[in-house]
């Protein structure tokens, strides 16, 4: 088996010296292919998952991507922006990307929601609502709230 490329196999070591100007041309093309793969490949997913509107793995910057309080959906800016567009064309309520849900008016209400979906064990609601409770300082609470959010999985 040639050691660069993986594409070819010879007989033995002498074919192999023997064939290699030949093959020195091509090899050279499919080994900078291979290494192009590796270098842009797309990755398979992250650790939070994929938008469940595009399919595309979210980014790990945290700015690039919003979780939905109503629904607890983490959804990427693309889709959020074209939910955005949606709407102002449409001259419609502003609405939750995934579920169509109506959005909430206030911090007050999107909390409250966040709450609603805490209350009925959602992982990703118990993580966020001790990252909340971790900023506002009341470290007992978010202890509590991250450790549920992990033993259910998030």
């Known amino acids: 088996k040639c050691n660069a490329c993986k594409s070819v196999r010879y007989c033995g070591v002498q074919c192999q010296k023997d064939h290699r100007p030949h093959h020195k041309r091509a090899c050279k093309k499919r080994v900078a ?30 700015d690039k991507y919003i979780m939905m309080a109503c629904c607890s959906k983490m959804i990427c800016n693309g889709c959020n922006y074209a939910n955005q567009m949606r709407e102002i064309e449409g001259e419609i309520q502003h609405t939750c990307p995934f579920w169509r849900h109506p959005g909430a008016n206030s911090q007050k209400e999107a909390d409250r929601d966040l709450m609603k979906r805490a ?10 609502m001790g990252v909340k409770c971790k900023i506002e300082g009341d470290y007992e609470n978010a202890f509590e709230y991250l450790t549920k959010a992990a033993g259910l999985g998030d």
């Open 119 to 128: 209350e009925t064990n959602d992982p990703v609601s118990m993580s966020q």
């Open 33 to 62: 292919e291979l290494r192009d793969e590796i270098l842009f490949k797309q990755p398979e997913s992250t650790h939070l998952g994929d938008c469940p509107i595009c399919c595309l793995p979210l980014p790990i910057d945290d």
